[in-house]
């Protein structure tokens, strides 16, 4: 499970929500996309830009804070062009790096919050190197003074990769943050670029690789999980996040050199 520190559980027999999501931001980019019409997309980036500049601050922040995880996440989360940057051929680039014995990463976290019966999409280049733990995730948090976010919790982990040497990569859908209430497909997650896609409505998720016009390869039901389902909730609300950790239960020991492998993000768009 990724970086979640709140801790709840929720039946699962709670009203349908409508559909939700916060406003807009100005002057927001469509990409185009084959599948949604145009007007369908909510939020989108293709991470245009000259090499070195930040991601869009109207839509991303660069998280520059580690939550606690156990054992702890070895690579700071900073916001500084090493560790998360625009490499000037269209794509997000994230990178960990090792300067003396600290070691630093990145993770881009949307500002726009949004509700169910949406779909996720983004073509990733996922790094591979012993310590890394690079992952496209969504999760319901909120901020608050003590980082903890709200409850009922819960995190979707889209891809989703290990660099321990011991856990199998893949996609799983964690109704607390617990480390107890997961359901999960184990699969061989490569290193090539791959179109990554995630449907969030009252039948729970769906998931895509590369091909979507076939059957989903994971579905997760809307039925609690170890007693919690914290997803059709009224209100409830995913931000969007892209990472590489450094270390912790997932990354296991660095040994990558100076500079990781980047995980690249050719664009990202949620109708």
Not at 18 to 44: C, E, K, M, T, Y
Not at 97 to 117: A, D, H, L, V, W
Request: aromatic letters at 12%; glycine letters at 10%; proline letters at 13%.
């Amino acid at each position: 499970m990724m970086l979640m520190t709140g801790l709840a559980a929720m039946a699962a027999a709670v009203p349908l929500p409508r559909a939700a999501a916060d406003p807009l931001p100005p002057d927001q980019p469509i990409v185009p996309a084959s599948n949604p019409a145009p007007g369908d997309i909510i939020f989108a980036d293709d991470f245009d830009g000259p090499a070195g500049a930040s991601p869009d601050r109207s839509k991303w922040t660069v998280v520059s804070w580690n939550e606690p995880v156990t054992p702890p996440i070895l690579g700071l989360y900073r916001d500084d062009p090493r560790n998360v940057s625009l490499d000037g051929n269209g794509n997000l680039a994230i990178r960990a790096t090792q300067e003396g014995n600290t070691y630093f990463s990145g993770r881009i976290e949307s500002k726009m919050k949004i509700g169910i019966n949406h779909t996720w999409e983004a073509r990733i280049k996922l790094p591979m190197a012993p310590g890394l733990w690079p992952a496209y995730w969504l999760v319901n948090i909120e901020d608050t003074p003590d980082g903890r976010g709200p409850l009922p919790d819960g995190e979707i982990d889209i891809v989703e990769w290990y660099g321990n040497g011991k856990w199998a990569p893949g996609t799983a859908v964690h109704a607390r943050s617990d480390g107890k209430t997961w359901r999960e497909h184990r699969w061989p997650v490569d290193d090539a670029w791959h179109t990554y896609r995630c449907r969030w409505d009252e039948d729970g998720f769906k998931f895509w690789r590369d091909d979507f016009s076939g059957p989903p390869y994971f579905s997760v039901p809307a039925e609690p999980i170890e007693g919690a389902w914290p997803f059709n909730a009224p209100g409830y609300l995913l931000y969007t996040h892209f990472n590489v950790a450094v270390g912790g239960p997932g990354g296991g020991d660095p040994n990558f050199g100076p500079v990781s492998p980047p995980m690249l993000v050719d664009y990202v768009r949620v109708w």
